[in-house]
């Protein structure tokens, strides 16, 4: 009888919790605009043109065809589809709502409904986004193949990850000192749009330079996934461990990060502001 109840008061939370994730999720989508198509389409036309610029670069740079063999848009777009994902994420965590904010007060809402909330909400977001552009080019332009689609999209879901983990530590920062959040935060989104590695082949990189973007995970994501987007494409100077062991690493310096935050925050930090 009494493991019965207990039973049942753990789904009755389980699903409470599910459902004020799902709930904050459908806020963070309508937070910006009211309709939440506009903020889908709006998400996509930033994606677009986050293509369409580096197709120029290129253009002006004299770089006509891709660096790999294969389709030249395509490999633009599989570099800035995990980039933006990896950069909207950190940026959503980081700004989901600290353990200051007065509606984490409210119990059953705390840290981690906030935290999944924002996750989900962009993971949503940025896969319509990628559905759209790809389906439109595919369908519009000219027809594409991904090799290995599933394996594809699981390095999307990596750089989520890895995105979600690095803003779980800004978030923490930003509890402490909220303008030297927001500075590291927008300084991790500034350095990706060159350490990245979304605008070069690891595999034609100099051994010179390689150990200027090694260190970072989201280029090893990027190089991976080309690889499983080009059937004449095999990373040799990246690999797949490194940027998994990193985000496990970094969710776990995030969590007791944001645990100790939480234990040691107070309303009256902001009082003197």
């Not at 740079?61 to 995990?82: A, C, E, T």
């Not at 090893?220 to 494409?233: C, E, K």
Request: charged share 10%.
């Amino acid at each position: 009888m009494f493991t019965s109840r207990r039973s049942r008061n753990i789904l009755e939370a389980t699903f409470t919790t599910l459902a004020l994730i799902y709930h904050l999720a459908v806020y963070n989508l309508r937070k910006d605009h009211r309709n939440a198509v506009i903020g889908l389409l709006v998400t996509i036309l930033q994606s677009s043109i986050f293509i369409i610029g580096f197709m120029a670069m290129y253009l002006i740079f004299g770089v006509k065809k891709s660096p790999l063999r294969g389709d030249f848009i395509l490999y633009i777009m599989s570099g800035v589809f995990v980039f933006m994902i990896n950069s909207r994420t950190a940026g959503a965590v980081s700004s989901a709502g600290s353990s200051l904010d007065t509606m984490v007060k409210h119990a059953p809402m705390n840290t981690a409904v906030t935290i999944s909330g924002a996750m989900l909400s962009s993971l949503y977001q940025q896969t319509v986004s990628i559905l759209v552009i790809l389906w439109a080019y595919h369908t519009l332009v000219t027809p594409i193949t991904i090799e290995r689609p599933v394996a594809a999209y699981g390095m999307v879901l990596l750089s989520w990850l890895c995105g979600g983990a690095v803003g779980l530590i800004f978030l923490s920062i930003r509890s402490w000192s909220a303008q030297t959040g927001k500075i590291v935060t927008t300084l991790y989104q500034r350095m990706n749009m060159i350490f990245s590695g979304k605008m070069f082949v690891a595999n034609a990189m100099p051994a010179m330079l390689l150990p200027m973007f090694t260190w970072n995970p989201l280029f090893h994501i990027i190089d991976q996934t080309r690889g499983f987007v080009f059937i004449n494409y095999t990373p040799h100077n990246t690999n797949l461990s490194y940027p998994i062991y990193v985000t496990l690493a970094v969710f776990m310096i995030g969590l007791m990060a944001e645990f100790v935050t939480r234990r040691s925050v107070s309303v009256s930090w902001s009082a003197g502001r």
